[in-house]
Every structure is written in structure tokens, then in C-alpha cells.
């Protein structure tokens, strides 16, 4: 029997290295075993959701590795795209170790080539959230900026593709490159909008990966987002896009969708990928790039970073 979440621990002895963030209909992980169920308060506020550690069996070792899972949303769906504590899911991920994020989202397709129902390991970002969302942890007296060109991490992403490719036959249809428009909500675009997506050069729309790719890469951690495609966004003529038509396809792929992450989970997991997902070759890039003086840089800030990044500021 299934133990309930009041049986569950709530401390892990072991870093995490491995993060999911779940979204739009992948609000849980099922067939892993659930192994503690944290809850983290951060000087940015209490994250999404509990943070719940699954079990993972390492395919080279046996060893049972653990992951970190988090529900974008909420635990019910509760929060808006705009809503969401980004910097306190990521501060909450980084402070239990993880340094690897497969992030999961639903997004509207802006290309005819991606259907609805295929997946996109995106490489590029456009940014159209309207500044509205907090996005960076190095403010208040304390400036640092971090480079951003590719938004999402290479080799993380290429596990990423080599998995997606392997399930394909299987109902799993990948496109391995493509710009994701990162729009504010709650509402869909315009047919304008996303005409002019298109003329940009957009393969896929959504509402969360920014700035969950950008405070990811402020907190030193390799990042890479699955999307999969669950509408034709409103410039095509198939009709407007609508939350019954994203949940029904994302509903009938779902098994695709764990199939895919579980895959992902399984390669990462193995000994071979131990650095990758400690993203040593992030790690104590923050320590440089710090614009503030010395003498600038004010106790609130120094306090809330030692949080994050102990010991380096
Ligand atoms: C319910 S449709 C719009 C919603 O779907 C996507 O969510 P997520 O990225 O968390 O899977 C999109 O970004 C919007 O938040
Ligand atoms: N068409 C769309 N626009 C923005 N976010 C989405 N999420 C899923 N479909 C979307």
C-alpha cells in the first residue's frame, strides 16, 4: 500500500542534484517512489509547492538516486503563469542541492511542423513577460550580471534529445532546436501577437519558462525545459486555442510526457552524468561579474545571497 504524505519524512539526508519542475498537467510524478516531502522557506518566500523527493533507481549502479519534484502551479493549479515564486522555487531547488533542472511545460505551437501532441527541446527564447515578475536575485545593493546568450544548458539538452529520439516509433514525435516566446498572461495572445511571433522566427509559445531559465542560470544551475506542443496558438486556422483543447491534448500524451522524463531521469542518473548534474562546470561563476563596491553593497542583499550561495560573497 502507498504510504500516505502524513507518514512521509520530511528531511532527506542526502543532497538532491536532480530537479523536475512539473507544469500544465504534470502536476505529479507517478511510479516513483516517494521518499520525503520537503517543505522550504526561502528569504524569497515559500516555493509553489512542497518539494517532493522521488526515488529513482540508478540504471548503472542500482543505487537509488533521489529527485527533487516541484509543481509550478501549486499543488491544485492555484497560481497564475504570473504568480508563480520563481526565485523561491529555485532558491528552494538550489538550496537542497540540485544543480540540474528538466523543466516540463505545455506551449502552443507557432510553427506548422510542430504539431500538437510533439515535443521541442527549445534553444533559444524571446522574452515577452512585461516585467512584472521578479526576476533576478542580485538586486537592493547588490549587482551582478550573468550572461544569458544560449538560456539553455547544451549538455543537459542533449541528453535531453538523445532520450526523446530513443522513444520515437514509440508515439514520441522530437523537434531538436527551436525558439520559445515567453509571453505574459493569463490571457492568450492576439492573432496580431502571434502573427508576429511567427514573423520573429517563434517554433512554440508559453507562459513560464522565463524567468525560470534566468534565475536558473543566476543560481548556477543547468537547465533545460520540455515542451510539448498543445494547441496551434491562434494564427493558424484550426481554430482558437483554448484550456479544454491544451488539457485534452496534454491529457492523451500524458503517458508520453512520463515515458519522456522517466527516460531523461534513467540517463541522468547514471554515474557517467555525476558531474553534469552537479553542474561543475557552473559552478562559482557567480563569485565573479559582481558590479557593486564593496562598500555598496547592502547588508539585506549579503544576507539573502549568503543564503543561496554560502560562502561566496
Ligand atoms: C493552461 S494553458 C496555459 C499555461 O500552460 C502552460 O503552463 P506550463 O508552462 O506550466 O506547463 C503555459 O506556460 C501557461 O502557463
Ligand atoms: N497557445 C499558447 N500560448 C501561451 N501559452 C500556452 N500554453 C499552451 N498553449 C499556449
Known amino acids: 500500500m502507498a504510504p500516505q504524505d502524513e507518514d512521509i519524512p520530511t528531511t532527506y539526508p542526502d543532497p538532491i542534484h536532480i530537479g523536475v519542475i512539473g507544469g500544465t498537467g504534470l502536476d505529479h510524478l507517478p511510479h516513483f517512489r516517494k521518499a520525503a516531502v520537503l517543505h522550504i522557506s526561502t528569504p524569497w518566500g515559500l516555493p509553489s509547492s512542497p518539494i517532493t523527493i522521488l526515488e529513482h533507481p540508478s540504471p548503472s549502479t542500482g543505487k537509488a538516486i533521489p529527485i527533487a519534484f516541484l509543481a509550478r502551479h501549486g499543488p491544485h493549479h492555484e497560481l497564475t503563469p504570473s504568480e508563480i515564486p520563481v526565485r523561491a522555487n529555485i532558491a528552494a531547488l538550489r538550496k537542497i542541492g540540485v544543480r540540474c533542472i528538466i523543466a516540463f511545460s505545455a506551449a502552443g505551437s507557432l510553427a506548422e511542423e510542430v504539431k500538437p501532441r510533439d515535443f521541442v527541446v527549445p534553444d533559444q527564447c524571446i522574452d515577452r513577460t512585461k516585467g512584472i515578475r521578479p526576476h533576478t536575485f542580485f538586486e537592493d545593493g547588490f549587482v551582478l550580471h550573468v550572461p544569458f546568450a544560449d538560456p539553455f544548458d547544451g549538455k543537459v539538452g542533449d541528453v535531453v534529445r538523445k532520450c526523446g529520439h530513443s522513444l520515437e516509433g514509440e508515439g514520441v514525435v522530437l523537434h531538436d532546436k527551436g525558439t520559445v516566446v515567453v509571453m505574459e498572461g493569463p490571457q492568450f495572445s492576439t492573432r496580431a501577437e502571434s502573427r508576429m511571433y511567427r514573423s520573429w522566427g517563434g517554433t512554440v509559445i508559453n507562459m513560464s519558462t522565463l524567468p ?99 560562502g561566496y560573497f
Open 212 to 310: 525560470e531559465a534566468k534565475l536558473a542560470a543566476e543560481a548556477e544551475i543547468a537547465y533545460q525545459v520540455i515542451l510539448m506542443s498543445t494547441d496551434y496558438d491562434c494564427w493558424h486556422d484550426s481554430g482558437d486555442v483554448t484550456v479544454e483543447m491544451v488539457m485534452g491534448h496534454m491529457r492523451a500524451n500524458a503517458l508520453n510526457a512520463r515515458r519522456f522524463i522517466a527516460a531523461v531521469l534513467d540517463e541522468l542518473s547514471k554515474e557517467e552524468h555525476a558531474h553534469l548534474v552537479r553542474a561543475t562546470h557552473l559552478a562559482g561563476a557567480r563569485k565573479f561579474g559582481i558590479s557593486t563596491y564593496t562598500a555598496g553593497r547592502s547588508e539585506k542583499a549579503l544576507e539573502k545571497l549568503g543564503w543561496l550561495f554560502e
